[in-house]
């Protein structure tokens, strides 16, 4: 089974990076609600660093998926 990366983008600056995990934990991963506030802003109104763009490269380090969370998922589901 091949091993994937996940990074978790706000904007262009990269927030987190998921090394050699494979499909189903990369899913599990994203399932996770803190992947889901895009957007999000504080009290104040003011934006908070959540995650918005994410990418998925394979064990070459070739990436084969970039997009937000929704299509994220979806892709993933199709990874074997």
């Not at 990269?14 to 994203?30: A, G, Q, V």
């Not at 908070?48 to 997009?67: C, L, M």
Request: net charge positive; charged share 30%; proline share 6%.
């Amino acid at each position: 089974m091949s091993g994937y990366t996940l990074r978790t983008y706000c904007g262009t600056k990269m927030i987190e990076r998921f090394e050699h995990r494979t499909p189903s934990r990369i899913r599990t991963i994203l399932d996770h609600p803190r992947h889901h506030e895009a957007g999000k802003k504080d009290p104040w109104g003011d934006p908070i660093q959540t995650p918005d763009r994410f990418e998925i490269v394979d064990s070459q380090n070739y990436k084969v998926f970039d997009g937000n969370i929704t299509e994220a998922i979806n892709f993933v589901k199709g990874l074997k």
